[in-house]
């Protein structure tokens, strides 16, 4: 119960929630009304930067959510350039996340990490379809146990100013282990295999590393 009412949190999360509650120490000085205010608001930090415990279905037949938020775009497309996938079509799954959600992005399927591609680039609102091309993004390409190329795409949001990656090259990654965070407010991309049969729709709500997207 009290994982519940106080989750772990994402070591992002410590200097975030510290320079809120001093911001809100100071305005509680300042103004009883403006302290309400900025409780609210550590509060809700504190929440952004939560980091609880997912169990996945640990299946790679299934491919798992890559976050907690809202399917905004189901389509086939060309992999990204950046990667070198662009010659082969794949099946493109897009993330949305709101401020409100769990911001903590996980594998959808065991694998290990074969390239990381930072780029940098603009800050559009993350629900638009040339977020992907254009925004500031984290470029994550990894191989399956059976073989298969996949790539998660962390992209940076119209309030996010910052990707974090907990992840390296090379690194084994089991089905639901985390890759990283975006602040605040985000979206993530997941390309795979065209042969996969999807298992949401879009406008469904879908939780990182146990929500299953697709079947092999």
């Known amino acids: 119960m009290l994982d519940i009412i ?6 992002e999360g410590f200097r975030m929630l510290a320079i809120a509650v ?3 120490l100071l305005l509680i000085i300042l103004n009883k009304t403006l302290g309400v205010f900025g409780f609210i608001i550590t509060v809700w930090v504190y929440y952004f930067f939560r ?3 997912r169990y996945p279905i640990n ?7 890559p976050a907690d938020g809202v399917i905004s775009q189901i389509i086939n497309t060309r992999g990204p350039k950046e990667l070198n996938m662009e010659d082969t079509e794949y099946q493109r799954i897009s993330v949305f996340m ?3 959600n769990c911001h903590v992005n996980r594998v959808p399927v065991s694998g290990k990490i074969l390239e990381i591609f930072y780029k940098p680039g603009k800050f559009f609102d993350a629900s638009l379809d040339k977020a992907s091309e254009h925004n500031e993004r984290n470029l994550i390409r990894y191989k399956s146990v059976s073989g298969r190329n996949y790539a998660v795409v962390q992209i940076a949001g ?3 100013r910052r990707i974090v990656c907990d992840v390296k090259e090379g690194q084994s990654l089991n089905q639901g282990d985390r890759i990283g965070i975006i602040r605040f407010g985000s979206r ?9 049969k999807i298992l949401v729709r879009q406008g469904q709500k879908v939780i990182a590393g ?6 092999n």
């Open 210 to 215: 146990e929500s299953l997207i697709a079947q």
């Open 51 to 53: 980091d609880p415990e």
């Open 22 to 24: 001093i911001i809100n």
């Open 98 to 100: 709101n401020v409100f």
């Open 188 to 196: 993530v991309d997941l390309y795979f295999d065209v042969n996969y």
């Open 158 to 160: 119209l309030i996010a």
């Open 6 to 11: 106080f989750p772990p949190l994402h070591r």
């Open 59 to 65: 299946d790679d037949n299934f491919l798992v959510s």
